[in-house]
């Protein structure tokens, strides 16, 4: 077949043909020349197609590998900035935390002050009269009342210490614990427990 196609003449037959049956086989050999210049045009029209849709596909490529580039690195810092706003977020909550207890030591220092001054005049007055008649042994005291252990020589004093701390107006009320008396040295020992008003 390819021998036909060629452009040079073959060797004629030895037999001369009329004239006639030539231009049948001319006509042929042209018909079979521009069916293989039209398959040629069709293959490399096709290879032209393939190559085309071969680049479109790298370019498409190209570009999604570009994009994807470009949203990895958005990621990258939008995630920096996460973790960056996670440790702002912590660093703050510690400063909360800190401002919190120190609200809270505030809060307990005016409770405190509080207490001291609403007991800070009823034990002025307490070791007021009571420090001339009775020695103090023992004092206590707390944000609701006060207690005392004392001694005196006299049992009047004590009498008499009791009924200024009722009358005061500061004391609402008073409760005698314990009163003895040591035979030996003739000392009496109180112990009572006032209430604030």
């Known amino acids: 077949m390819l021998k036909e196609l060629l452009p040079y003449k073959q060797p004629q037959p030895e037999n001369p043909q009329d004239p006639l049956s030539n231009v049948s086989s001319d006509a042929n050999l042209l018909g079979k020349r521009e069916l293989f210049k039209a398959e040629v045009n069709i ?3 096709m290879s032209r197609f393939y190559k085309g849709v071969v680049f479109v ?3 498409l490529c190209l570009a999604l590998l570009f994009i994807n580039h470009l949203y990895t690195s958005k990621i990258n810092k939008l995630d920096e900035r996460k973790t960056q706003l996670v440790n702002e977020m912590l660093a703050n909550e510690e400063s909360i935390n800190q401002a919190r207890k120190l609200q809270s030591q505030i809060d307990n220092y ?3 002050l509080g207490i001291r001054k609403k007991m800070s005049v009823p034990i002025e007055r307490v070791f007021t009269i009571t420090n001339d008649a009775m020695e103090l042994l023992v004092f206590t005291g707390k944000p609701e009342g006060f207690s005392v252990v004392a001694r005196s020589k006299d049992p009047s004093s004590i009498v008499k210490v009791l ?3 009722i009358n005061s107006g500061e004391i609402s ?3 005698l614990k314990s009163a003895d008396l040591d035979t030996d040295t003739k000392i009496y020992r109180i112990s009572f427990e006032g209430v604030y008003k």
């Open 43 to 45: 293959r490399a029209m």
């Open 57 to 59: 596909m790298c370019t």
């Open 110 to 112: 005016k409770k405190i």
């Open 163 to 165: 009924y200024q701390l």
């Open 173 to 175: 009320r008073l409760v």
